[in-house]
Structure formats: structure tokens, C-alpha cells
């Protein structure tokens, strides 16, 4: 018999020892792509001063999907439609598509530089216009796969407005910056080499498709022209998005010709396929760096050349750069930090940076953008903005530009509006030209009441408010409004044997309602306001008293009955103990409830109790940033529960809330690949950076700001021509906590302020401790 095992253990041990072998080289290979580190400058092109602190990396990295930042390295200016960036494939295949924005930091393949892109979410959508160069000939490429160069993170540099990257295998240096609806690539062939330039006019990110490939040469002008239908994450959802394009190169073609689908035809000019990819050669003897500018637009290819023309003209690349500088500059320079060490520094501004680069301006020069109506309409008087992450934005981002970016902010809700009005109903998560029913509630009310609240008045938006809030959109409607609606207002809750996903559904509708509430009272609409605040308390009749958390309920009364409050939505394959819940646990909803959160803690068996569970809530949570398993308790990297460290300000427990907001912001960011604890979701985990920094927080859709504890010794925030000054007395790294807080030089008895109070500027000045301090209230 112990012959028999050994020969059985000698069978099986030796694939089993290959298969570790394997895995351990792969590791070793994965090791030696992350280890090598990118630069924020070259030689002969440096950032400005605050883009120096900009870490373009950060969020690019982790494991792929829910805790992968989500972000890309490359070239764009604030709210650009261009973000021009390269695209990777992995490094033990030719797979795309680790990071959703087209780049992930572990892959050590680029296949080339698209135009369009997601930032930070969880969509993969956009990578229109691929351009790889190459020094190969024409015969020597297979046009039916990815083309892709070997490179190194040591040979890549990146700041706000730039990337570049050798590509050592052909000796081709790349350069990439923008304009808002332009990309700039500048490559450097070696001398003497084949120079070719490859423009797969139907790419598209990830495993998106493209369609409707069109393209057009012309060479007396050195141009090519295009346009291409796009079915990506999003896109797919309403019927896919065209987009065009003109490209201006700064020599003439030598020859060229066009894959189209089938076969590669040297000489022809026009071609019309779902697979389209164009080859250009260049003279050796000719100018040794190719210079193109490429022109986007979602209107037509005219639009496409008009916005060439119009944002870069005759300028040369590094004018085109020094101008993207400038306006990072003037974004990043908003807020003025210090005190802080170079790592805290470079976190704080990757986080101001990423905040700016979403939403998407979607209008041409001329006003022009495509509606959700499938119309061209023009902007008159704003800016339209598109792909807006709502559910995520609202609670972080949006109070933001309502703080320091009050024109962007302005424009959105006019973007929102024009959406409802040529659409129907408001979004709640519009990408590109449509409404894609992404997450759950109707974020676009609170986004919207929180602007009014501090900047905006409109009573068209409270009618479109109130269309969503009290009735189900039509059956075939493009948007899907809230869904189990119906069931919402006749039970005061959504009925888990209706719909799924019933316990956030209500706690988000009861968020968005409280919203809705304030903004009616706010605009003199007594009777709504009374009637949506009725509704906003719709939350407490999802919560158990026997299990004190937000459990599903059946339409008869009772609670579902499997029930684990720890086990993730993410590994709940089933839905056996979820289904109640989106992207988390039952407990990470437990404390989804910051627009009452008095009235949250009352549903607990007694205050103590309460801070005694939410504290366990962090202390149980993991202390690193989260690996492919984000865990049951405190999870920084989605949004139901990153407020919930404020949440002890109103069970008058400030202290814990300095101590466990300290907490995150050190352990939760990093000056590295990784850099943040999940999906960046268009900057919302980056704002919350932002603002706990600087010791306050938003209450989305209200005028109030918790307070927190601020991380720098002072900071200088421009409010639009008045300032707002943050300042820590006392401060030392290990002061983490608060015993007085001023503002303009008057005592507060309070842990929170109205927008009101500092939006003319002013003072607010925490006196720091190092013990903590209690002897102050959220009354």
C-alpha cells in the first residue's frame, strides 16, 4: 500500500510541481514588470509646479476589476473629450482589457494610443482611433491581430498634459499630449529606419466591438479622415456611439494602403468595413519625428476638422503642451497645501488631478453635441458635459466643483436638464449620447438639489425630479427611472419579492428623496416638501429590529429569512444571501443612511451600542489596501459606506471620527501603482481624499459639512476670488485629533458647518491635540 501512495503522490506531484513552477515564474515575470518605475519628467520636458506632485500611475494597478483603480497614465486636460493614452495587453498573453481605461500596470505589451476612454470606472467604453508606430514594412504586419511593443515602466514618464514612452524593441520614441478635442502624438524613429504609422480606425477598448468603420485618404493634404460606431460597456446600451475624426500629419505619405477586413490594399484611398486599419509610410530620408493631430468629434467629420483647427492650427506640439500645462496648473493651484511629507503631497494632488478629468465635454467649438434624443442641438451660454458616474459622484465629486469649480458645476446641471428635457427622464449614470441604467436610485436629484442648495435655481428640474420620485417610466422607456417604484410608494419600501437589489434600492430612494425635500422647500413648494420628506424616512421600514440591520422584506410584512450579514455580494454566486444588496455586504449597508443619521442611530438598541458596532465595523476591517477580496467590514474602495467614518460626529464621538478618518487616509492611499482601495469611479474616492484632508466632508444633497480633522499643517483654498483658509494649530503627524475648532476666530460648539459659512471665504482653524478630546456636539 505505501508503495502504491508513493507511486500515486510521484504521479500527481509532478504536474502539481510544474503547475507551481509555472506560477512561479509567471510571479517572477509580474514581479520584474511592477518593480520598474515610470518617471514624472524627461530630459527635455518637465511639469509645472504643482504637476510635479502628480502621480499619473496611481489607480492604475492592483488586482483587475472592483479593486483596481481603474485610471490610465495618459494625455488630457480638465473634463477633456480627448484622453489620449495607451492601450496594454498582458504579459503572458495578448489579452486586453485588465484595466477598463485600456492600461493596466502589470501588462508589459502596449499595442498602441486610442483617443477615448472611461476614467476610473468600472465601464470599459471608448479607444476610438488607435495609432501604433512601427518600423516594420507592409508585408511584415498581420493586420487580423494586435500589433504590440514590448516596454518597460523605467522608460515611460508621465505628468498632467503628458506621456511618453520608448519603445525600446524598434527604437521609437512616443509622445502624447491634448487639447480638449484634439490628441497630439509626436514619434521619434531612429535614423534611417522604416517609418510607419498604423490607424485602426475600428478599435475599440477591451472587448468592445466596432462597426461602421469608414475612412478616407488624403494624401495631397496629409490628412486622413474617418468615423467608426462604438459598442462598449455603455454604448452597447443605446445602440452604440459613432464618433469621427481628422488626422494632420506634418510630412507627406511615401505609399500607404488599407486593411479591410479581408486584405491589405496598397494604394487605396476609401474603404468602408467593420474592420478597418490603415497603413501610412513615411520617407526614411524625410523628417526622422512624425508628427500627427488628431481631431475628434461625436457631430460629424466637419466638426472633427473644425475642432483641429479651431484648438490647434499651426501650433506645434510643444505649444500645444505648455498650453495643457498651464491649464493643470491653474486647476491644481486651487488649493495650496502645507506642512505635509512628499508622499502626502503627491496623493493629495493625483487626487486633485483625477478629480478633473471626468465628467466629458461632449459639445464641439461650435456648441454643437449629439442629445439624447439623437438630435444635434447647440450649447448656448455652457458647456455640455456627458458621462457622468452619478451614483458615485454625487457624494464626493460634485460637492467638490460646488466648492472650488462652481462654472463646471453650474454646467452639469444644465448638461442634466437638457438630458431630462431631449431624453425624457434624468439619468442616472449618461455615457456618451444616452441613459445606460448603470447602479440604482436617481443620484441625478441629489446632484442637482445640492447645486441649488448652494449655487442653482431651476423649476424644470424639480418637475423632472418629481416624474422619476412618483411614478415608473413608461414600459420601452429608454431610461429605467426607478425601478419598483410602484411598489416603493404603496408599501414605504421596495418589496423584496418584487425586485431585487430591494434594501439599497430603498435606502438610495429615501437619499435622493430627503434631496428632493429640500430642494422643494428651498423653491417654496411646501406640500412637496412635506410629502418627500415623508418619504424620506421610508428607510426605516427595511430595517430589523431583531438583526438591527436594513434587511430585505417581502411585500406581505416579513423579512427574508437567509440571512448573512458578512457575506459579500461578490461571492454570493447565488444571490442565497445578497439579493437585497448591490456591490457590498449587509453590513457595509448598515450605515447608508448620512441624511438622517439621527434617525439611523435611533433604530439602534441604544447610542453605545451603536458606536460600539460601527467602531468594530473599522477595527475588524483589513488595515491594507484591499486585494482581490475587499472583505465584509469597512471597505473604502465603493461608495455605500465611505461616509460612515462621520458618522460618529452625531453620536457625539468626534474622536472616532478623527481617529478612523486618519485611519483611511493613511492606510487606504498610496504613492503607488495601486495607490487606492478600489475603482477611482470618475475621482469619487480621490475627492474624498480631497476633502478629509482638509478636514471637512459633504453631506451630498444638503448644505452640510461634517468636521473631521485637517491632515496639513495649513491649506488655502481658492473659492473663485475669495479664499478659504484651513489652519492646524499644534500640528504634528501625531496631533491626529481635535480639542477647539474656530471659524473666523468664533468658538464652534459644533462638529459641522453650512456651505454658508464658508463659501465667502474666511478662516477655520483646528487647535490639534494628541489625546483625544471631546467637548463638542452635532446639535
Given at each position: 500500500m505505501k508503495k502504491i501512495l508513493k507511486i500515486i503522490l510521484y504521479v500527481l506531484g509532478v504536474p502539481i510541481l510544474i503547475v507551481l513552477l509555472t506560477l512561479f515564474g509567471m510571479?517572477?515575470?509580474?514581479n520584474s514588470v511592477v518593480s520598474s518605475q515610470p518617471n514624472n519628467h524627461t530630459e527635455n520636458v518637465k511639469p509645472g509646479y504643482y504637476g510635479k506632485w502628480v502621480n499619473n500611475f496611481i489607480g492604475t494597478g492592483g488586482f483587475p476589476v472592483w479593486v483596481c483603480g481603474q485610471n490610465f497614465p495618459g494625455a488630457t486636460v480638465p473634463f477633456g473629450m480627448v484622453r489620449l493614452s495607451p492601450e496594454t495587453a498582458s504579459l503572458y498573453t495578448n489579452t486586453r482589457g485588465y484595466n477598463t481605461s485600456g492600461y493596466y500596470y502589470g501588462d508589459n505589451k502596449i499595442i498602441g494610443f486610442s483617443h477615448?476612454?472611461?476614467?476610473?470606472?468600472?465601464?470599459?467604453?471608448?479607444?476610438?482611433?488607435?495609432?501604433?508606430?512601427t518600423t516594420k514594412s507592409p508585408d511584415e504586419i498581420n493586420y487580423g491581430e494586435d500589433y504590440y511593443h514590448i516596454f518597460s515602466h523605467s522608460d515611460e514618464a508621465a505628468f498632467p498634459g503628458y506621456y511618453s514612452v520608448k519603445l525600446k524593441d524598434e527604437g521609437i520614441l512616443t509622445e502624447l499630449t491634448s487639447t480638449e478635442r484634439v490628441g497630439l502624438h509626436r514619434y521619434t524613429f531612429p535614423e534611417n529606419s522604416n517609418r510607419s504609422l498604423l490607424i485602426k480606425v475600428t478599435n475599440a477598448l477591451g472587448e468592445g466591438r466596432a462597426e461602421d468603420g469608414q475612412v478616407t485618404i488624403y494624401s495631397d493634404k496629409n490628412e486622413i479622415s474617418g468615423s467608426v460606431r462604438l459598442f462598449g460597456t455603455f454604448?452597447?446600451?443605446?445602440?452604440?456611439?459613432?464618433?469621427?475624426?481628422?488626422?494632420?500629419?506634418?510630412?507627406?505619405?511615401?505609399?500607404?494602403?488599407?486593411w479591410d477586413g479581408s486584405n491589405y490594399n496598397e494604394g487605396m484611398t476609401t474603404a468602408l468595413s467593420d474592420d478597418i486599419t490603415v497603413n501610412l509610410n513615411f520617407d526614411s530620408n524625410w523628417k526622422q519625428t512624425v508628427n500627427v493631430k488628431v481631431g475628434i468629434s461625436y457631430v460629424s467629420i466637419e466638426n472633427a476638422r473644425l475642432n483641429l483647427d479651431s484648438e490647434v492650427g499651426?501650433?506645434?506640439?510643444?505649444?500645444?503642451l505648455q498650453n495643457a500645462i498651464a491649464k493643470w496648473e491653474d486647476k491644481l493651484s486651487i488649493i495650496k497645501i502645507d506642512g505635509s511629507d512628499d508622499d502626502e503631497r503627491v496623493i493629495f494632488y493625483s487626487s486633485l488631478y483625477r478629480s478633473f478629468q471626468m465628467p466629458t465635454i461632449f459639445n464641439d467649438v461650435n456648441g454643437e453635441y449629439l442629445g439624447f434624443d439623437n438630435k444635434v442641438h447647440r450649447a448656448t451660454g455652457f458647456t455640455y458635459y456627458t458621462d457622468l458616474s452619478l451614483w458615485d459622484t454625487f457624494r464626493t465629486i460634485h460637492p467638490l466643483f460646488t466648492l472650488i469649480a462652481k462654472g463646471h458645476q453650474h454646467d452639469m446641471v444644465i448638461s442634466l436638464i437638457k438630458m431630462a428635457e431631449q431624453g425624457g427622464w434624468l439619468p442616472r449614470w449618461p455615457s456618451g449620447n444616452g441613459y445606460t441604467g448603470s447602479m440604482l436610485g436617481s443620484p441625478a436629484d441629489i446632484t442637482i438639489a445640492g447645486s441649488y442648495i448652494k449655487d442653482f435655481d431651476t423649476d424644470a428640474a424639480f418637475d423632472k425630479m418629481k416624474l422619476t420620485a412618483l411614478a415608473p417610466t413608461p414600459r420601452g422607456s429608454a431610461s429605467s427611472g426607478r425601478r419598483s417604484i410602484e411598489g416603493y410608494l404603496k408599501y414605504g419600501y421596495c418589496p423584496a419579492d418584487i425586485k431585487e437589489r430591494s434594501v439599497s434600492r430603498t435606502l438610495e430612494y429615501a437619499w435622493a428623496d430627503h434631496s428632493i425635500s429640500l430642494f422643494a422647500g428651498a423653491l417654496g413648494y411646501k406640500e412637496d416638501s412635506l410629502l418627500f420628506a415623508g418619504h424620506a424616512k421610508y428607510y426605516k421600514n427595511v430595517w430589523n429590529p431583531k438583526t438591527q440591520y436594513f434587511q430585505a422584506r417581502n411585500s406581505d410584512g416579513s423579512f427574508v429569512k437567509k440571512f448573512k450579514p458578512l457575506q459579500l455580494t461578490y461571492t454570493d454566486w447565488d444571490e442565497e444571501y445578497t439579493k437585497g444588496y448591490v456591490e457590498g455586504s449587509a453590513l457595509q449597508w448598515r450605515w447608508a443612511v448620512p441624511f438622517d443619521a439621527e434617525g439611523l442611530i435611533s433604530l439602534f438598541k441604544s447610542r453605545e451600542y451603536f458606536i460600539s458596532e460601527l467602531n468594530d465595523f473599522f477595527a475588524l476591517s483589513d488595515p491594507q489596501l484591499a486585494t482581490w477580496n475587499p472583505g465584509s467590514y469597512y471597505w473604502h474602495g465603493n461608495e455605500p459606506d465611505i461616509h460612515s467614518a462621520y458618522l460618529f460626529n452625531y453620536a457625539e464621538r468626534p474622536d472616532l471620527t478623527q481617529k478612523w478618518v486618519r485611519w483611511i487616509l493613511d492606510n487606504k492611499y498610496d504613492n503607488t501603482y495601486i495607490g487606492i482601495d478600489g475603482n477611482d469611479d470618475a475621482g469619487t474616492l480621490s475627492a474624498w481624499y480631497i476633502f478629509s484632508s482638509l478636514g471637512f466632508y459633504p453631506i451630498a444633497g444638503?448644505?452640510?459639512?461634517?468636521?473631521?480633522?485637517?491632515?496639513?499643517?495649513?491649506?488655502?483654498?481658492?473659492?473663485?476670488?475669495?479664499?478659504?483658509?484651513?489652519?492646524?494649530?499644534?500640528?504634528?503627524p501625531s496631533n491626529i485629533y481635535v480639542g477647539k475648532i474656530f471659524l473666523n476666530d468664533t468658538l464652534l460648539n459644533r462638529n459641522w458647518i453650512r456651505h454658508s459659512e464658508i463659501i465667502n471665504g474666511g478662516t477655520l482653524r483646528f487647535v490639534m491635540s494628541e489625546i483625544p478630546v471631546v467637548n463638542y456636539t452635532n446639535k
Open positions: 510571479w517572477l515575470k509580474y477615448t476612454r472611461l476614467g476610473g470606472t468600472g465601464a470599459t467604453d471608448g479607444g476610438s482611433f488607435l495609432i501604433t508606430p454604448s452597447k446600451r443605446y445602440g452604440g456611439i459613432k464618433v469621427y475624426f481628422t488626422a494632420r500629419f506634418n510630412q507627406p505619405f511615401s505609399n500607404y494602403g488599407i499651426n501650433n506645434s506640439f510643444d505649444d500645444i444638503s448644505d452640510v459639512y461634517q468636521l473631521g480633522a485637517p491632515l496639513f499643517k495649513s491649506a488655502v483654498i481658492d473659492l473663485g476670488g475669495k479664499t478659504l483658509s484651513i489652519v492646524a494649530e499644534n500640528y504634528s
